[in-house]
C-alpha cells in the first residue's frame, strides 16, 4: 500500500463526536475546543434528536496539535457533559491494484428509502473502494415540496474500470428517482475539496 497523493504531509484529520443532552452553545464548545488546539473544523454536522444531540466535527491540525486534543479531550467532556469521541485519523492509503487518485461524483434526487443502499450496490459492484460519502434529505418548498437527497461520495477505483459502465447505471439510478448528476464521477484533488 502506498500513500495517496493528496495526502498532507504537514496536516492531520480527526474525527470529534459529542453525544449527549442537548444545550445551549454545545457547537461552540466544540468549536473553541478545536480552535484553542490550533485546528480548522473542514466540516461539521450537528443535529437534535428529542433531547439529545449529536455534534460532529472533521478537524485537521498539525500532528502535535491533534495529539494534544486527544490528551485534552476529558475537558470537553467536563465542559459538555457529553460523551466525547476523538479520533485521530491518517492519509488513506492505496491498496494494492487500486488507482492512486480519489475519484468523486455528486448526484441530487427524490429522496426514498434505499437509496444510499442501492447506490453503494453499484459502488460494490465495480470494486470502487468508499473513502468518503456525505448524504443529505432537504425540502425544497414549492406548491407542492419535495423531499430530495443529496450524495456525494468519494472513492478508489479499481486500476481496471469500466467507466461507461458504471456512469450508465449511475445514470439509470437517477433517472428512475428525478435526478440530476450534479458532478460526473471525475477525479477530485484530495478529500477537503469535495466537502
Given at each position: 500500500?502506498?500513500?495517496?497523493?493528496?495526502?498532507?504531509?504537514?496536516?492531520?484529520?480527526?474525527?470529534?463526536?459529542?453525544?449527549?443532552?442537548?444545550?445551549p452553545g454545545l457547537l461552540r464548545l466544540g468549536a473553541e475546543f478545536v480552535r484553542n488546539h490550533n485546528g480548522n473544523?473542514?466540516?461539521?454536522?450537528?443535529?437534535?434528536?428529542?433531547?439529545?444531540?449529536?455534534?460532529?466535527?472533521?478537524?485537521?491540525?498539525?500532528?502535535?496539535?491533534?495529539?494534544?486534543?486527544?490528551?485534552?479531550?476529558?475537558?470537553?467532556?467536563?465542559?459538555?457533559?457529553?460523551?466525547?469521541?476523538?479520533?485521530?485519523?491518517?492519509?488513506?492509503?492505496?491498496?494494492?491494484?487500486?488507482?492512486?487518485?480519489?475519484?468523486?461524483?455528486?448526484?441530487?434526487?427524490?429522496?426514498?428509502?434505499?437509496?444510499?443502499?442501492?447506490i453503494s450496490e453499484i459502488v460494490d459492484q465495480f470494486g470502487m473502494l468508499i473513502v468518503g460519502h456525505t448524504g443529505?434529505?432537504?425540502?425544497?418548498?414549492?406548491?407542492?415540496?419535495?423531499?430530495?437527497?443529496?450524495?456525494?461520495?468519494?472513492?478508489?477505483?479499481?486500476?481496471?474500470?469500466?467507466?461507461?459502465?458504471?456512469?450508465?447505471?449511475?445514470?439509470?439510478?437517477?433517472?428512475?428517482?428525478?435526478?440530476?448528476?450534479?458532478?460526473?464521477?471525475?477525479?477530485?484533488?484530495?478529500?477537503?475539496?469535495?466537502?
Amino acid at each position: 500500500m502506498t500513500t495517496s497523493p493528496s495526502a498532507n504531509l504537514e496536516k492531520q484529520h480527526a474525527a470529534l463526536w459529542l453525544i449527549g443532552s442537548d444545550m445551549p452553545g454545545l457547537l461552540r464548545l466544540g468549536a473553541e475546543f478545536v480552535r484553542n488546539h490550533n485546528g480548522n473544523i473542514d466540516k461539521d454536522i450537528a443535529d437534535k434528536f428529542g433531547e439529545s444531540a449529536v455534534v460532529f466535527m472533521s478537524v485537521t491540525a498539525d500532528p502535535k496539535d491533534i495529539e494534544q486534543m486527544d490528551k485534552d479531550k476529558g475537558s470537553l467532556k467536563d465542559a459538555s457533559g457529553c460523551g466525547v469521541v476523538f479520533q485521530p485519523m491518517q492519509e488513506p492509503t492505496v491498496p494494492e491494484g487500486y488507482q492512486p487518485d480519489l475519484y468523486g461524483f455528486d448526484i441530487v434526487t427524490d429522496d426514498k428509502a434505499g437509496l444510499i443502499a442501492e447506490i453503494s450496490e453499484i459502488v460494490d459492484q465495480f470494486g470502487m473502494l468508499i473513502v468518503g460519502h456525505t448524504g443529505e434529505r432537504r425540502v425544497v418548498p414549492g406548491p407542492r415540496p419535495l423531499i430530495q437527497g443529496g450524495q456525494k461520495f468519494i472513492v478508489m477505483l479499481p486500476g481496471e474500470f469500466d467507466y461507461a459502465g458504471f456512469n450508465q447505471k449511475l445514470g439509470d439510478i437517477v433517472k428512475n428517482h428525478n435526478g440530476q448528476t450534479v458532478t460526473p464521477l471525475r477525479v477530485v484533488p484530495g478529500l477537503l475539496w469535495w466537502w
